[in-house]
């Protein structure tokens, strides 16, 4: 375990470190660096039995957080505590670091950058999103079963996307709606207690289905007991038995076609379970002799409830065809990380598979050592009753015996959140790699927001109606879980998807200032256009030039030429005798070295 030196006089190093941290962040990146730094020097200070360490941290992070105008943003200051708040207790809950070797430099050298660790690390998990109970709870599951905080919180979310289904949905406008549908991806390595963290938190819904399929099977009987009398009575004005529904929640080893016939007998939709995600899309198709990946397309349409239509031949005389409207199915799955690239091909990417997913790097920072504490009742209880109660969410079913989503609203603060977000991500990831996720990103804000809408309800020890409208609250905490995802997204794509050289590319751009002044300066050309400003935003062109220049007016000259040849520039006459005049146009002061 590292301790502190004894309090100092002046600020301590580590407090200087950290805020130096900050102070250098740039645009875009403060509020994830105001977490992170300030989640390592939680742990760091964690050694110390003394609160006052804690709370100057938190004081100084605040005022430092304020200094680089975090406050000015909107709702600046109740992010700042926020995010502060989240970082400590998440750095409290891992606790000190065991070796000096562990502590990231910065918080012995301020004068040392350490970039790349801080825009790197995936942030602690925002538990602080959730009710305190919940958190509690998630914080006991995971000391009980010796798995990392985030794995818990990611299966949290996905019982609550399994028993709510489609039974619920939020409405940002009239033609705009989501329901509480997730694909969730847990990539972690084998052993590290992913499936006996999921069995635990499913297993009153696992209870429940259990019951509903012994309940079924005897109604089964009865109902061939009946439809056989029925037959041999040969009474036409005999009321026909009515066939029993197959209720059920989840799937696990199934395939498509058995999906579709589960999906007839619950409208609310499915969930479906995939542990070694890796062969999962493979599996789909596997009784199908015509192959040709029609289950996997068939599969994709269940993100936004689209419409099967499915034509079989008939057989003994029975109509075998299929058309079900809102097909509903979340998928959670778990894999190892050296195994996702098998997951994802270049067509996958270009279908819009990988980017309806939210994904989860999870990674053990210790081995499971016995005894552990076991799970309390009060916390076996609160998971029992939030089941309970977001089961108990029934659809509506109109005069024809069609069941219908009943749609919560949001009020004006929830949609002034959301289109905020929205478009900030947007601009964020327009020209990069991410800027393909942006739309999904938004869409699963508002998932995530009923789900978290919901969930308060559920989890509430007051009896009580779920509130019609969805809140501010409920959407800021949505948008802090994505802005959670969002690293882990950009890991995932780096090391397993096609398109990783792409991220690779973007940081490079983005970590070089040379670039970026190279970037701002020709991003002023008269004739550049959207498609121009598009790729500018990429900085490939920039860091080729620089490579290639050498003074800034020669760097800036290839940049333009470059541009030239890419058909960026449209209307340059006489490329080679124009270029010195043009480029004694712009000022190149960002672009030379600065005196020492």
Partial sequence: MVLLSPEPEEPPDWLKGAVTQLMRAQQGNRNKVLNNITYFTARLVSADSSDARMLELESTMAEAAIAVGLADEPDGMAKIRETIASAIKGGKDKGPYDSESEVPSFLHDSSGQ??????RFIPPAPIGIFPRNVQDMIGEVSKTKCVPTEMILGIVLALCAACIGRARGIRYRRDWTEVANI???????TGTGKSHAFNYIFHHLSDHEAQ??????????K?????????????????????????????EDSTIEAAADALQDNPRGLFWVQDEFAGFFSSLDRYNKSGGGEGKKRLLKTWESGTWNINRKSKDGVDNDKYITKATIGLFG????????????????N???????????????????LPTPEISQASDELLRRMTTRMLSLEMHLDEYGIHHTEFLSMDEEAKQCFEHFSNTIASEAWGKALED?????????????????????????EEGRLDGVVGYKAVAHAVRLIEWFIPHTELVMEEALPGGEKIRKDRKAEEDPRTAALRAIAITHPDLGYKSARELLTGNFGLE????????????????????????IHKIKKLSEDRKSEIALYDLSPLRPKAK
Avoid at 183 to 189: F, H, M, N, P, V
Avoid at 355 to 368: C, D, G
């Fill in 114 to 119: 350490d970039d790349d660790l801080l825009l």
């Fill in 183 to 189: 694909y969730l991806l847990l990539i972690s390595k």
């Fill in 212 to 221: 509903l399929k012994l309940s079924y099977r005897k109604a089964r009987q």
């Fill in 223 to 251: 109902y061939q007991e009946e439809m056989l009398a029925y037959r041999k009575s040969k009474a036409p004005e005999k009321a026909v038995p009515k066939e029993p529904r197959d209720v059920q929640f989840l799937l």
């Fill in 334 to 349: 778990t894999i190892q990380p050296k195994l996702m690239g098998r997951v994802f091909t270049e067509d996958d990417m």
């Fill in 351 to 369: 279908q819009g598979w990988p980017q309806r997913f939210l994904f989860l790097r999870s990674i053990a920072t210790k081995p499971m050592t």
């Fill in 437 to 461: 996720y942006t739309s999904k990103l938004a869409r699963m804000t508002l998932r995530l927001a009923l789900i978290l809408h919901i969930l308060n309800w559920a989890a509430s020890d």
């Fill in 545 to 568: 030039a620089w490579s290639t220049g050498k003074s800034p007016e020669d760097a800036l000259g290839k940049f333009l030429s470059k541009l030239a040849a890419q058909e960026m």
